[in-house]
């Protein structure tokens, strides 16, 4: 079985830092596609940025220039660095990620999610 577990959240102020992490365990062989999404209370859920398995990124226009999205394969972990942050940055954070994983004999892929964690920027 996989599980995602996040850490990082909590209370800052208004252009404080914050930097998120997302861990796969369990007998996880690979983390292909990863990201990071937010959802605000009464909002839908949105995306804040992705990575892929090459590097390359994407990165919500409300988010561009502040936050920062990396990967550490070696402990299938997946960081979002958030700088200068505002109250509208407010919200429950959830990282999802496309693992591949051995099942018996053979490798399966499947995305999941992790349980959020709570981003409250306030002066």
């Known amino acids: 079985q996989v599980q995602l577990v996040e850490s990082g959240g909590g209370l800052v102020q208004p252009g404080g830092s914050l930097r998120l992490s997302c861990a796969a365990s369990?007998?996880?062989?690979?983390?292909?596609?990863m990201g990071w999404y937010r959802q605000a209370s009464g909002k839908e859920r949105e995306l804040v940025a992705v990575?892929?398995?090459?590097?390359?990124?994407t990165y919500a226009e409300a988010v561009k220039g502040r936050f920062t999205i990396s990967r550490e394969n070696a402990k299938n972990t997946v960081y979002l660095q958030m700088n200068s942050l505002k109250p509208d940055d407010t919200a429950v954070y959830y990282c999802?990620?496309?693992?591949?994983?051995?099942?018996?004999?053979?490798?399966?892929?499947?995305?999941?999610w992790g349980q959020g964690t709570q981003v409250t920027v306030s002066s």
């Open positions: 999802k990620a496309e693992v591949t994983y051995r099942h018996g004999p053979v490798l399966r892929t499947n995305n999941y």
């Open positions: 369990g007998s996880t062989v690979s983390m292909d596609t």
């Open positions: 990575i892929r398995s090459g590097g390359s990124t």
